[in-house]
């Protein structure tokens, strides 16, 4: 049990609409990476925030966007949804208070299926 | 840039048997590694990590890993394969210098056979 958790665990939506994702941070941690993982791959990196800020984005398109509150929890949004939008979306969040120590911790996702 | 390459997306091997998940990598600055192991259902959970302290990290479950320049490689070994190592292990890699986003390999589904 990490203390990360992630809302809703299941989501099932259609092509063209909005869906948000929420991740509620482990405790003490100000930092919050979001990944992308679909069937039979490995997590692609989305983004990362730090104290509120976007610090970081991989390759996906800016329909995908993000904020981080000031208690540190963090959401997805992602926009005119697609079919290959379909995955285990991943939320990590860590303590950026040492590069070497700096550790993720995941929650368990959000499965999105896109119809 | 910064990638890891596992070497076979299934592993097979019976219970008490070694097991060994291989991982190369690619990184232009020093690199830290990782190994982490996702269950059915669920997030990622941290094995281990290199940071350049020691070249031989141990780490939960009975993991290890080594890390060898010379062969840009951090292989996964457990000496003795339970039934509860079946899982996915995915091995991952984020440069020195920086926080920096982690790149994760496509994994490695290791079936332990009774």
């Known amino acids: 049990e990490t203390g990360v958790t992630q809302s809703p665990t299941h989501l099932i939506k259609t092509r063209g609409q909005q869906v948000t994702l929420r991740c509620s941070s482990q405790s003490g941690h100000n930092t919050v990476s979001w990944y992308q993982q679909a069937l039979g791959q490995g997590p692609q990196f989305i983004f990362q925030y730090y104290r509120e800020e976007e610090n970081g984005r991989g390759n996906f398109p800016p329909r995908f966007s993000g904020l981080q509150f000031p208690n540190y929890s963090s959401e997805l949004n992602v926009n005119a949804l697609e079919l290959d939008d379909s995955a285990l979306y991943l939320c990590?969040?860590?303590?950026?208070?040492?590069?070497?120590?700096?550790?993720?911790?995941f929650g368990s996702g959000t499965q999105l299926s896109v119809l | 840039a910064q990638s890891v390459t596992q070497l076979g997306s299934h592993v097979s091997v019976s219970e008490g048997a070694l097991v060994l998940l291989r991982c190369n990598y690619s990184?232009?600055?020093?690199?830290?590694l990782f190994w982490y192991v996702q269950y059915p259902n669920q997030g990622l959970q941290l094995l281990l990590k290199y940071t350049s302290a020691a070249t031989l990290v141990k780490g939960i479950n009975g993991f290890e890993a080594e890390f060898k320049k010379s062969e840009t490689s951090f292989h996964l070994t457990k000496p003795s394969a339970h039934m509860s190592d079946a899982a996915e292990y995915f091995c991952a890699v984020r440069a020195s210098g920086g926080y920096q986003k982690v790149t994760f390999g496509t994994g490695t589904k290791l079936q332990v056979i009774p």
């Open positions: 990590a969040s860590s303590a950026r208070d040492s590069e070497t120590n700096e550790k993720l911790f």
């Open positions: 990184s232009s600055v020093p690199p830290y």
